[in-house]
């Protein structure tokens, strides 16, 4: 099953339904399921922003399933659409300035937490063997 790997806090904020698009520098096709991999990187800052929620934060584990319904690029309407969503959660991503690069948000539907699963992760998307797993 495809598989992305997400920094944390992120991957939690995801996996406990608090957020419902991840942003990258590219735009995807693909829709459907997906495999949500907490990374063994955290952002220490926004990890403190997110304090209040008492989570915690597994790293380098599989943790959640979710659909990608959508792909949207974050332009000045999305960003106020975001902002109205919850303009904590998706700071980083309303207060990013206008670059060369144009950002895309992943909107995720169907979250479902998952026993975690211990394995590495990658760039982009990458598969893991999730079916075989539980077959």
């Avoid at 990608?68 to 999305?78: G, H, K, N, S």
Wanted: with cysteine.
């Amino acid at each position: 099953m495809k598989t992305l790997t997400i920094k944390q806090p992120f991957a939690t904020l995801i996996a406990e339904g608090y957020k419902i698009y991840e942003f990258r520098t590219w735009k995807t096709k693909y829709r459907g399921e997906i495999l949500i991999h907490a990374g063994k990187t955290i952002d220490k800052e926004a990890l403190k922003r997110f304090s209040y929620l008492n989570l915690t934060y597994p790293l380098g584990k599989i943790i959640a399933k979710a659909k990608i319904t959508d792909c949207v690029e974050i332009d000045d309407d999305m960003k106020e659409k975001l902002k109205k969503l919850d303009s904590i959660i998706y700071k980083g991503a309303i207060n990013k300035s206008k670059s060369a690069k144009k950002d895309y948000g992943f909107k995720l539907e169907n979250i479902e937490k998952i026993e975690p699963i211990e394995t590495k992760g990658a760039l982009s998307f990458w598969e893991y063997p999730y079916e075989k797993t539980f077959k």
